[in-house]
């Protein structure tokens, strides 16, 4: 029964998409003159990963700095349109104020999308960890409806690097199989790239994730950067922690998010202790559902009442700023892949805590041992602490490991910017 009702849901959503976004973008594309386009490109448009808040995630508003700000280190004229859901100005590291506009839902959208694009040069997706479907499958639908009217109106687009779980959405497969094979598709890591070409049949090319491109601050964080400092003139190493809903969703439910703390808390205390650790809390999504900012302030109370008082909860809100501190960290222990792309991209070592197969490939990049992930359920027990003694441990070669390849995965990274003509 369940199979069956999956199913009906599945083909709604197919047949939805056909009729607000497939056949109305055909009929535009017979009735309108195709635009003509300049020799070197210069606007930008580009589907958010998150079209109800682009600038929510700290992980987004990096794969937007770095691409933006690649594009217009190759021309300062580039001008850039985000598509989302409500027409607002996020702020985007290195580049500045740019404009979201609403070309997304319902056959409004639809509309709102071809007036758009044909005002434009190439279209980019953010394809992070939202092209097999997880977060919603329609999204998948309409991305490829709005890929495939680009290219067949002589636009460029461009899927950027995202990964592809193991069981994917049958929408999502349905749309990404039916790409038009003028899209670039580029997959992030070896293992999504093997999955994407086995279940969708379509070929693509590996890259690295594009927030690789994205430097680094340059000016100062004086409170947190002297914080560390203070750490390391005490004999202690400071280590960054993020703590996700997301990421830990199964402990969760498992045993309450109050246990899950206190859990966690006494684990971080015996490494603390063991190894003279100082933690930074680093919240990297500021979503109220994302579970970062409560969950972390709830961890830096239970580690004081447990005794431990090395601990700072550190609230940014720039993707750019945390790249830059860091390179001040001996480790990161956290579920957030942008913040350990973050952090592999200063050099330093990350304990990464998996789901939706999105981490293995993104250590095979760096030829890291897998010894350091860990599951969410393995967080409920002294594995945590076995894990967290191990990646300290081995911080010095890991870094060494890193360093040592991170020219190729910046290389890697930067194929996204190939715009297929």
């Not at 094979?181 to 594009?210: H, M």
């Not at 961890?299 to 790249?323: M, N």
Request: with cysteine; glycine share 6%; proline share 7%.
């Amino acid at each position: 029964m369940m199979i069956r009702s999956q199913f009906l849901i599945d083909q709604a959503i197919i047949t939805r998409n056909i009729l607000q976004v497939t056949l109305p973008l055909h009929r535009l594309r017979v009735s309108a003159i195709r635009p003509i386009l300049p020799e070197t490109p210069t606007r930008f448009a580009i589907i958010a990963g998150d079209v109800t808040a682009p600038s929510s995630s700290l992980g987004d508003l990096a794969m937007f700095s770095a691409l933006m700000q690649s594009l217009r280190a190759q021309n300062p004229d580039s001008i850039f349109t985000i598509i989302g859901e409500r027409r607002h100005t996020i702020v985007v590291p290195g580049v500045g104020e740019t404009p979201v506009v609403p070309a997304w839902a319902g056959k409004t959208g639809t509309l709102a999308f071809d007036k758009l694009i044909r005002q434009h040069h190439a279209l980019f997706v953010m394809g992070a960890d939202i092209l097999d479907g997880k977060y919603g499958a329609a999204l998948v639908q309409r991305i490829a409806a709005y890929c495939n009217h680009s290219v067949l109106l002589g636009i460029p687009a461009t899927m950027l690097g995202f990964s592809f779980n193991r069981h994917p959405r049958i929408p999502a497969v349905h749309a990404l199989s039916r790409l038009h094979p003028k899209v670039a598709i580029n997959i992030r890591d070896q293992p999504s790239l093997e999955r994407f070409t086995r279940i969708v049949g379509v070929p693509a090319r590996l890259c690295a994730d594009s927030a690789f491109l994205m430097p680094p601050a340059t000016a100062p964080l004086p409170e947190p950067e002297a914080w560390i400092a203070a750490m390391r003139h005490e004999g202690r190493t400071p280590v960054g922690i993020n703590l996700s809903a997301h990421a830990l969703a199964p402990a969760i439910a498992q045993v309450g998010l109050d246990r899950l703390i206190d859990c966690l808390a006494e684990q971080f205390r015996h490494a603390g202790e063991q190894n003279r650790l100082a933690f930074m809390l680093l919240p990297h999504d500021l979503k109220s559902q994302s579970g970062d900012v409560p969950m972390l302030q709830a961890l830096k109370e239970a580690l004081q009442q447990k005794g431990f008082t090395h601990v700072r909860y550190t609230l940014i809100d720039q993707p750019d700023k945390i790249k830059r501190l860091t390179r001040f960290l001996d480790l990161v222990i956290t579920g957030r892949m942008h913040l350990v792309i973050a952090s592999l991209g200063s050099g330093t070592p990350a304990l990464s805590i998996t789901y939706q197969d999105k981490f293995e490939g993104l250590y095979q990049h760096f030829d890291l041992s897998l010894e350091h992930t860990i599951t969410p359920m393995q967080c409920l027990s002294d594995e945590l602490l076995r894990k967290i003694n191990d990646a300290f441990m081995h911080r010095h070669d890991n870094r060494a490991r890193i360093l040592s390849r991170l020219p190729r995965v910046n290389a890697l990274a930067s194929r996204n910017l190939a715009i297929s003509t």
